[in-house]
C-alpha cells in the first residue's frame, strides 16, 4: 500500500526506521512502517485477531527538541486541531524539522513546506513564523461535526508555529 499524499516517512527515496511491530494469529510477526501503520481516524493495520507486540523508533540525534500544541474545547477533550513537531540543530541551524498536524482530516497529515522552510535556518522566532504560514496552503480542511473547516483553517498557522516554538525552547533545556 503506497503512503498516504504528506503521510510517510520518505527523504529522498530512503524510508526511515519507525517500525510497528504486528503479531498475526498464529503467530506470524509482521513489521509496518509507521507511515503505514495509521490508516485514519480511529483505524490501523492490525487485522482481526491481531496484537501489536511492539514499536521501535531510532533515538533522536543529539540537538533534537520536540514540542506539541493542541485546540481543545475543555480540559481532556479531543483536540480540534493539533500539530507536533520535532527539530534538530547542528552548528546553529536547523538539519531536520518534522511537523504533523490532526484534526483537519481522517488523519494526521505531515507539512512537508513547512518543513523544508526551517531546513538551513537558525530555529529564530521569525523563521518559525515564516514557516508555519505555509501551513495553511498545505491541506484543505474536510468537514466535521466537531469545529468548523474555515476556523480550523485559519488557526493552523499558530498551532503550527506554538508547536514549533515549543520544540525550539526544548532545544535550549536538551542536556
Do not use: C, W
Not at 481516524?41 to 500544541?69: D, I, K
Not at 491541506?139 to 520544540?167: D, H, I, Q, W
Request: charged share 25%; hydrophobic share 45%.
Amino acid at each position: 500500500m503506497p503512503p498516504r499524499p504528506g503521510v510517510g516517512d520518505a527523504r529522498g527515496g530512503r524510508r526511515t526506521r519507525r517500525r510497528v511491530h504486528r503479531r498475526r494469529p498464529r503467530r506470524q510477526r509482521r513489521d509496518v512502517a509507521a507511515a503505514d501503520f495509521f490508516l485514519g481516524s480511529f483505524a490501523v493495520a492490525v487485522p482481526a485477531g491481531g496484537l501489536v507486540t511492539g514499536v521501535a523508533f531510532p533515538v533522536a540525534a543529539p540537538g533534537t527538541g520536540a514540542g506539541f500544541y493542541e485546540v481543545t474545547r475543555k480540559a481532556k477533550d479531543f483536540a480540534l486541531i493539533a500539530a507536533a513537531a520535532q527539530l534538530t540543530v547542528a552548528d546553529g541551524a536547523v538539519t531536520d524539522a518534522r511537523v504533523a498536524v490532526t484534526g483537519l482530516t481522517h488523519g494526521p497529515v505531515r507539512m512537508a513546506a513547512v518543513e523544508s522552510a526551517l531546513v538551513g535556518s537558525p530555529p529564530t522566532a521569525e523563521a518559525i513564523r515564516d514557516a508555519a504560514r505555509l501551513a495553511g496552503g498545505e491541506v484543505l480542511a474536510e468537514v466535521n461535526t466537531r469545529s468548523p473547516a474555515a476556523y480550523r483553517r485559519r488557526v493552523l498557522p499558530v498551532v503550527v508555529a506554538r508547536a514549533l516554538k515549543s520544540a525550539a525552547a526544548d532545544l535550549e533545556v536538551a542536556p
